[in-house]
């Protein structure tokens, strides 16, 4: 390989965890027994390390008294509380595979996701906000015979699941941890696809493990840290970038609300000291733009993680000079690897943390091809971005077709984005390739143009997506959320804000201003259906 060419690989001073997820929890808690492991806002309640090892171990037993064993799949539908954590905890520790249900599921969706994967029980919230859990459960459960169990928390069933484990002989547990392998699988994640059903990427401990604990490590995470995790723990974001990052190195993780909330997020970091706080872009953009945020005491904030989406170059700029952010982190990935494949590090210069995703992680491999042949293209040059090494998925459940058309041969994980390397090995990603947008031959990256509009003084947010046209098979729309007070954008104001600054041709044909965009609830702007609605609000021209 020519050191022209977009390949990359994480060499790193610190080996690859061996153990399970089970296993390293044990190593924290005989190392910080004392310390903060586990805070819950909402309800009021907090852990230290050795009250969270007992709870989890008597939830394992529990469920271990149940007959649930190794292999079986246990389903979580709830969101943010420390209920939840307490369940990935106590699946890993007897070989359960934990199915992490998308609290946003409606019962058609949650039907799928049962039957799918072949769930043997289901641990839920009786409710939350719009959706009536129970309700949806007893609906979808005749055509679901393998669900043989279900518990709502805060049922009867669910304290009475502890206690049988209280009662139970910790001896059991070893036992059946000492069975388990690293490479088990441990954790099936749907991925919130676009088209058809969601697939179920299959997650190993050795997956999720390390690459919770390398995030922690270019975070510099040690058991001094208090993480805020406002991000949803049904995705790896919360769950592995959080709560593994966090128990890998003795941290606290911090739940600031069952789902986010700018203030209640701001009077997390607050109380809690923390030293670190994670989020969307989006997420971000709502807690600098709440109306009380400069009354909050963010000064205990060191670093953080910004990922999940492209970060806006001016959103980053004001989460490191208003939060105090400094050593803040963008990270790239996907579900299918754990999630994340590239990050920036904490002496990275503040142009490379604003303008790239950074380099790729400790023991991966990345590389940019040609989507049309697979060869790697040489630096500089855009292309498929692709992944190697331990944070690839074992494949989606069930489906070994769906697993090679994303998975090839050699092991490589075909991302589907866009990404450019530059030489010095940092990434910069330009969007999806379904994202791009072709006018009349010309290839258009959407980032591009939603970084210069994020220049624009009234300009909150921004998304750039392609919208049919007779004349050049696609134009682009702008779709804008302005800030308070503004007066919104039209198509001429934008066209003469950016005169000059852009080729004619990257300028948007439409603006469409917005009060929030389709977003997924991890926070994904779902730019297939702004593409739907924008159909139906434009007559294509004559």
């Known amino acids: 390989m020519s050191a022209a060419s977009s390949y990359a690989s994480g060499v790193f001073e610190v080996p690859l965890l061996g153990d399970t997820i089970g296993e390293n929890l044990d190593r924290t808690v005989r190392r910080f027994p004392g310390r903060d492991a586990l805070v819950d806002r909402a309800a009021g309640r907090r852990w230290t390390y050795a009250e969270f090892a007992a709870d989890v171990d008597a939830l394992a037993l529990g469920l271990l008294d149940l ?10 539908w709830a969101p943010n509380r420390a209920e939840w954590t307490l369940v990935q905890y106590a699946t890993a520790k007897i070989g359960a595979i934990l199915v992490t249900v998308n609290p946003a599921y409606r019962s058609h969706e ?8 072949g769930m043997r029980m289901l641990v839920a919230a009786e409710r939350f906000k719009s959706s009536d859990y129970a309700a949806m459960i007893e609906e979808v459960r005749p ?3 393998e669900l043989e169990f279900t518990v709502l928390l805060d049922g009867p069933r669910w304290t009475d699941l502890l ?8 001896a059991r547990l070893a036992r059946v941890q000492a069975e388990l392998s690293a490479d088990d699988p441990i954790n099936i994640q749907y991925t919130s696809g676009t088209t058809g059903f969601p697939k179920g990427a299959t997650l190993s401990h050795h997956n999720i493990l390390n690459n919770g604990f390398f995030v922690g490590e270019l975070c510099h995470y040690t058991e001094l840290d208090r993480v805020c995790i406002p991000v949803p723990f049904y995705h790896c974001f919360g769950m592995v970038m ?4 966090c128990t890998s190195h003795g941290a606290a993780m911090v739940i600031p609300a069952p789902s986010f909330e700018p203030a209640a997020t701001l009077a997390a970091v607050e109380a809690e000291s923390c030293t670190s706080l994670y989020g969307v872009p989006t997420m971000f953009i709502s807690a600098l733009a709440d109306p009380g945020f400069d009354s909050y005491d963010l000064s205990g904030l060191r670093t953080g993680i910004m990922a999940g989406s492209p970060c806006p170059v001016e959103v980053m700029k004001e989460v490191i000079d208003r939060m105090g952010m400094t050593e803040v982190s963008i990270c790239y990935g996907m579900t299918e690897t754990s999630p994340v494949s590239t990050q920036t590090r904490a002496d990275d210069s503040v142009e490379r943390r604003v303008s790239t995703v950074g380099r790729v992680g400790p023991h991966l491999e990345v590389k940019v091809v040609d989507p049309a042949t697979g060869r790697t293209v040489p630096r500089g ?13 074992l494949g989606y459940w069930g489906e070994p077709e769906r697993t090679a058309e994303a998975v090839d041969a050699a092991r490589w994980m075909h991302t589907g984005d866009l990404a450019v390397m530059d030489e010095d090995g940092y990434l910069g990603i330009t969007g999806r390739i379904k994202d791009m947008v072709i006018r009349g031959g010309e290839n258009l990256y959407p980032r591009e143009i939603e970084e210069f509009l994020h220049t624009h003084p009234d300009v909150l947010d921004v998304q750039v997506i392609g919208v049919p046209d007779p004349k050049y098979g696609e134009e682009l729309m702008a779709w804008v959320r302005m800030r308070e007070g503004a007066e919104p954008l039209t198509a001429e104001t934008v066209r003469a ?3 000059g600054r852009l080729a004619h041709f990257k300028i948007p044909r439409y603006v469409h201003v ?9 926070g994904k702007i779902r730019k297939i259906e702004m593409r739907e609605t924008a159909a139906r609000l434009l007559d294509p021209p004559a």
């Open 67 to 76: 007959g649930i064993t190794k292999g079986d799949r246990v389903g979580i």
């Open 110 to 117: 949650l039907e799928y996701v049962l039957r799918q994967s």
């Open 143 to 145: 055509g679901c015979p």
């Open 163 to 170: 206690e049988r484990g209280r009662q139970g002989d910790p």
């Open 242 to 245: 959080g709560n593994l990052a």
């Open 381 to 393: 040059e855009p292309g498929e971005l692709c992944t190697r090494g331990y944070s690839v998925m």
């Open 497 to 499: 804000y950016c005169a």
């Open 514 to 522: 917005v009060e929030e965009f389709p977003m997924t609830v991890t």
